[in-house]
């Protein structure tokens, strides 16, 4: 199944949202961002995609990418697994209106 995307090819259809990141546990920079969607047919489904915070040495500023490293390979494959685990424990959270629970499990942050 391919995702749906917006005309600039980089950011999903404005009607998905952000349901939760699982951060690695090896490498806390590196996270899986877990959204839901839905497709032209009406069909709500998950996703995630991989995320890496960094610092500028040059600046000093923060911002996130989606280019990893060789160095990022192991915490990579720990929240890809673990992002997979997610949204097999959690169909539920595909379907418009759903809430997260308050209960913040080990590297997860739960959107409000």
Same mark, same amino acid.
């Given at each position: 199944?391919?995702?749906?995307?917006? %005309? +600039? +090819?980089?950011?999903?259809? &404005?009607?998905?949202? #952000?349901?939760?990141?699982?951060?690695?546990?090896?490498?806390?920079? !590196?996270? /899986?961002?877990?959204?839901?969607?839905?497709?032209?047919?009406? +069909? @709500?489904?998950?996703? #995630?995609?991989?995320?890496?915070?960094?610092?500028? &040495?040059?600046?000093?500023?923060?911002?996130?990418?989606? %280019?990893? #490293? /060789?160095? +990022?390979?192991?915490? @990579? %494959?720990? *929240? $890809?697994?673990? @992002?997979? @685990?997610?949204?097999?424990?959690?169909?539920? /959270?595909?379907?418009?209106?759903?809430?997260?629970?308050? &209960? $913040?499990?080990?590297?997860? !942050? *739960?959107?409000?």
């Amino acid at each position: 199944m391919e995702i749906e995307r917006s %005309k +600039n +090819n980089d950011k999903p259809k &404005k009607n998905s949202s #952000f349901v939760t990141a699982i951060r690695s546990e090896i490498n806390p920079a !590196v996270a /899986a961002l877990i959204s839901r969607d839905e497709a032209s047919e009406g +069909n @709500a489904f998950l996703y #995630f995609e991989l995320s890496r915070s960094f610092r500028s &040495k040059s600046t000093g500023n923060t911002g996130y990418s989606k %280019k990893l #490293f /060789a160095c +990022n390979a192991d915490a @990579a %494959k720990e *929240v $890809v697994e673990r @992002a997979a @685990a997610w949204i097999d424990a959690h169909p539920e /959270a595909a379907e418009p209106g759903w809430k997260a629970e308050a &209960k $913040v499990h080990p590297g997860m !942050v *739960v959107a409000s």
